[in-house]
């Protein structure tokens, strides 16, 4: 059973950083892409980061230049390091996992999420 477990959300002020990391398991790490989205109250789930087995990276366009994803295999773990955070990054953030996929930013494509994180930007 595939599980995803996020973890460095919180609070914090406009212009800070976060770091957050997704640690997977009951899945080969190294074969798999793995994306982070986000979803605001009110609004539709956006794909914010991801990064596919060979370590190419994708990055939605509001987060072009702020934000790096990243892998360890060594530990199963993908990391979002977000910088020069604003208001409009509070989101839950979620990680998700895919073993086979065409398009990085298809949230329909990922197999596996997990329970998510609650990053609030707020002064």
């Known amino acids: 059973q595939v599980r995803l477990v996020e973890s460095g959300g919180g609070l914090v002020p406009p212009g800070g950083s976060l770091r957050l990391s997704c640690v997977a398991s009951g899945l080969s790490f190294e074969d798999y892409g793995m994306g982070w989205f986000r979803q605001a109250p009110g609004k539709e789930r956006e794909f914010v980061a991801a990064i596919n087995w060979s370590r190419r990276t994708f990055y939605g366009d509001s987060v072009k230049g702020r934000f790096t994803i990243s892998r360890d295999n060594a530990k199963d773990t993908v990391f979002l390091q977000m910088n020069s955070l604003s208001p409009e990054d509070t989101a839950v953030y979620y990680c998700?996992?895919?073993?086979?996929?065409?398009?990085?930013?298809?949230?329909?494509?990922?197999?596996?999420w997990g329970q998510g994180t609650q990053v609030t930007v707020s002064s």
């Open positions: 998700a996992a895919a073993g086979l996929i065409n398009t990085m930013s298809n949230a329909d494509e990922y197999e596996s």
